[in-house]
């Protein structure tokens, strides 16, 4: 499911103004023409299969953007709670189904994008040709089956939120992605899922329809950012951004947990917002949609907490610091 902007897609191997990761255990990088530390080591020839076979792997994680995954079960443990529903067998259902539709839309946008890629983005895993267009397709396909099957095992309530959620991720990919109506149907898309986990707890969604409509909220905003970042562009939609947070945040109640959740959540995205309106670059630009892309997670973990359920929130929350690892060693946008 392309529950962030699938639209978001240059690949930034080093965000600008961080530091140059250090090398491991904290040594210096070994500097050309000197010998390495530790004295000579006699040179082990690489195998040129597992070289290949590790540039694929690197490959179709670009492709499905794989750091970007921790972003997902937090809705659906978001939409278990606001239905009173603990984490068991229908949430990890959902979980799974929300991976597999999230990723499906990662892979169909590359497939659609193909030719601008080409152009634009020649490094991306399809134009560049490490991965081939019909793999991402059979992918997309493949992904979709397994998320609604998921769904169905999951009983009629959650495949019934499931299969609108395919379409949108579907018809966002290919036809309403450079339309007005995009970042709305991205929005009801990372909507759905988090209706999806509410239907797979309890068979029901009503309860969690104010917690959607506010992840839907922060999601509209990154996508109306992330739509001008390859190129730079107005301040107008970064400062609607920023107003966004701010309104959500303070539509959170009063509690000590979810204050503290909340206010994470808006000290993920207010500077790199800030920042992208001061200078609508695309390099500070994009900054600012991984930071959206980022704040989800804290984000679901307020909405938990706001139902009571605290432990599912600190889970929630948990996967934060594991998402910005993992963005570290591949862009999530």
Not at 30 to 50: D, F, L, M, Q, T
Not at 104 to 109: I, Q, T, W
Not at 224 to 238: C, D, I, N
Request: hydrophobic share 45%.
């Amino acid at each position: 499911m392309s529950a962030v902007p699938t639209g978001t897609h240059d690949h930034v191997p080093h965000e600008p103004g961080r530091p140059v990761p250090s090398a491991p255990h904290g040594r210096a990088p070994h500097e050309p023409g000197k010998p390495a530390p530790g004295g000579p080591r006699s040179r082990v020839p690489c195998s040129p299969g597992r070289s290949r076979s590790g540039g694929r792997l690197r490959a179709w994680a670009e492709l499905l953007r794989l750091p970007a995954l921790f972003t997902v079960p937090g809705d659906a443990l978001a939409g278990a709670a606001a239905v009173g529903a603990r984490p068991g067998r229908g949430c990890l259902l959902a979980i799974g189904s929300s991976l597999c539709l999230y990723e499906a839309g990662m892979a169909l946008n590359d497939w659609a994008d193909r030719a601008e890629d080409a152009v634009e983005r020649p490094h991306r895993p399809l134009p560049s040709g490490r991965v081939r267009p019909a793999a991402a397709l059979t992918a997309a396909c493949a992904l979709t089956a397994a998320g609604l099957a998921l769904a169905a095992r999951a009983g009629r309530p959650a495949l019934a939120v499931a299969t609108p959620l395919a379409a949108t991720v579907w018809s966002y990919d290919l036809l309403l992605k450079r339309t007005p109506a995009g970042p709305a149907a991205m929005a009801a898309a990372r909507a759905l899922d988090l209706l999806l986990g509410a239907a797979a707890g309890a068979g029901r969604v009503r309860p969690a329809l104010s917690s959607a409509a506010l992840l839907g909220t922060h999601t509209l905003a990154v996508t109306v950012v992330s739509r001008q970042e390859t190129r730079g562009g107005s301040p107008l939609a970064p400062l609607a951004a920023l107003a966004a947070t701010g309104a959500v945040t303070r539509l959170l109640p009063d509690r000590p947990l979810t204050t503290a959740l909340a206010l994470g959540y808006a000290e993920t995205t207010a500077r790199p917002y800030l920042h992208a309106s001061l200078n609508p670059s695309p390099p500070l630009t994009q900054r600012a949609v991984g930071a959206g892309i980022r704040a989800t997670i804290p984000l679901q973990a307020a909405l938990a907490a706001r139902a009571g359920a605290g432990a599912t929130a600190l889970i929630t929350a948990a996967l934060g610091p594991l998402a910005a690892r993992a963005a570290r060693r591949v862009s999530v946008t």
